[in-house]
Nanobody, 114 residues
Framework: VQLVESGGGLVQPGGSLRLSCAASGFTFSSYAASWHRQAPGKERELVAT??????RTNYADSVKGRFTISRDTAVVYLQMNSLKPEDTAVYYCNAKRSSWDDYWGQGTQVTVSS
């Protein structure tokens, strides 16, 4: 079972990045998916969620209108536009079917700075 994030990096304020999280070793389509982030010295926070079929999404107030979560058969994406310095964090993807059936990726660093 594996979730592997990619697409992080350094971007200027106002720029865009697209994160990807590739799933393998399990039936990803049976799991809800989400993106979380953790900035230095802060707790991990939920950024966006998407249902198994992709029909419903939810966002943290801090990213609404700027970030978009989507998915296909084995990948979940996070399109991030109008990035701000406060978006700087390590971003993690999660696939969850129940409290005991829950997988995390290793994280990808996003740094927003001029």
């Amino acid at each position: 079972v594996q979730l592997v994030e990619s697409g992080g990096g350094l971007v200027q304020p106002g720029g865009s990045l697209r994160l990807s999280c590739a799933a393998s070793g399990f039936t990803f389509s049976s799991y809800a998916a989400s993106w979380h982030r953790q900035a230095p010295g802060k707790e991990r926070e939920l950024v966006a969620t998407i249902t198994r079929a992709g029909g419903r999404t939810n966002y943290a107030d801090s990213v609404k209108g700027r970030f978009t979560i989507s998915r296909d058969t084995a990948v979940v994406y996070l399109q991030m536009n109008s990035l701000k310095p406060e978006d700087t964090a390590v971003y993690y993807c999660n696939a969850k079917r129940s409290s005991w059936d829950d997988y995390w990726g290793q994280g990808t660093q996003v740094t927003v700075s001029s």
